[in-house]
C-alpha cells in the first residue's frame, strides 16, 4: 500500500522552515525519508523505526507517530541545497523480506 | 558515485530488440533491488533480491527478466518493450540484516522505447 506524502509541492524563501508528511493506511514497521535532485540518484536522509523515536540530521529532522502511522520530516532555516523532490518509504514488515513502497514525493524549491 | 554502479546511463532500444541493464555495488550489501520510475509516478518496485535469491516480483510482465549471478552483480534482462516501459530504471542495495539501514541507490538508466 503506497504511502500518502503533504504537500505535493513547497516553495520556500532561504531561511524559511517546512514540514512534509507521510502517512500510511497499513501498520508500519519503519520509514525512510530519501532526497532527489533532478537527474540524480534518490540519497538516504533517515530511518525510524517503529518506537516513536526523533532523529535529526543537520537541520533536517523527522518524527515517527506509530500509533497514528505518520511520520513528518522537519526542514529548518532551509538552505538553497535542500531543493529536490523528497520521498518518504515504508516498510509494512519486521521480516526478513524487507522492501520499501514509496510515495510520490514532495517537489521542494528554495529561493534566494 | 554513490557506491551502486548503473550502466549504461542512457539506453534507447526499439520494441524488437534485447538488451541488458547492469548494476553494480561492492559495499557488502545482502539485498539489492530494481525500481522503475516514471514521470509523475512514485517509485515502483520491480524485484528484490536476497543473498541472490529472489524474494519478491512484484507482478513485472515477462519482458522484463532480472538475474543475480551473484551478490554484487543485478541484472536487468529487457525484451520486445512497449513505448509505456520508458522510464528511469534504479538499482539499490542495502544490508538487510537488523532492517535499520538505508537504501543506497544507482544513478539510474534513462530507457527509452521506440
Known amino acids: 500500500q503506497q504511502p500518502v506524502q503533504s504537500p505535493q509541492a513547497v516553495i520556500l524563501r532561504e531561511g524559511e522552515d517546512a514540514v512534509i508528511n507521510c502517512s500510511s493506511s497499513k501498520a508500519l514497521y519503519s520509514v525512510h525519508w530519501y532526497r532527489q535532485k533532478h537527474g540524480e540518484a534518490p540519497v538516504f536522509l533517515m530511518i525510524?523505526?517503529?518506537?516513536?523515536e526523533q532523529k535529526g540530521h543537520e537541520k533536517i529532522s523527522a518524527s515517527f507517530n506509530e500509533k497514528k502511522q505518520q511520520s513528518s520530516l522537519y526542514l529548518t532555516a532551509s538552505q538553497l541545497s535542500y531543493s529536490g523532490t523528497y520521498f518518504c518509504g515504508t516498510e509494512n514488515s519486521g521480516g526478513s523480506n524487507y522492501k520499501l513502497t514509496f510515495g510520490k514525493g514532495t517537489l521542494l524549491t528554495v529561493n534566494p | 558515485e554513490t557506491g551502486v554502479t548503473q550502466t549504461p546511463r542512457h539506453l534507447v532500444m526499439g520494441m524488437t530488440n534485447k538488451k541488458s541493464l547492469k548494476c553494480e555495488q561492492h559495499?557488502?550489501?545482502?539485498?539489492m533491488y530494481w525500481y522503475k520510475q516514471s514521470a509523475k509516478k512514485p517509485l515502483e518496485l520491480m524485484f528484490v533480491?536476497?543473498?541472490?535469491?529472489?524474494?519478491e516480483n512484484n507482478s513485472v510482465p515477462s519482458r522484463f527478466s532480472p538475474e543475480c549471478p551473484n551478490s554484487s552483480h543485478l541484472f536487468l534482462h529487457l525484451h520486445t518493450l512497449q513505448p509505456e516501459d520508458s522510464a528511469l530504471y534504479l538499482c539499490a542495495s542495502r544490508n538487510q540484516v537488523g532492517g535499520s539501514y538505508g537504501y543506497t541507490f544507482g544513478s539510474g538508466t534513462r530507457l527509452t522505447v521506440v
Open positions: 533480491y536476497n543473498f541472490k535469491e529472489q524474494t
Open positions: 559495499l557488502g550489501h545482502n539485498a
Open positions: 525510524l523505526l517503529k518506537g516513536g
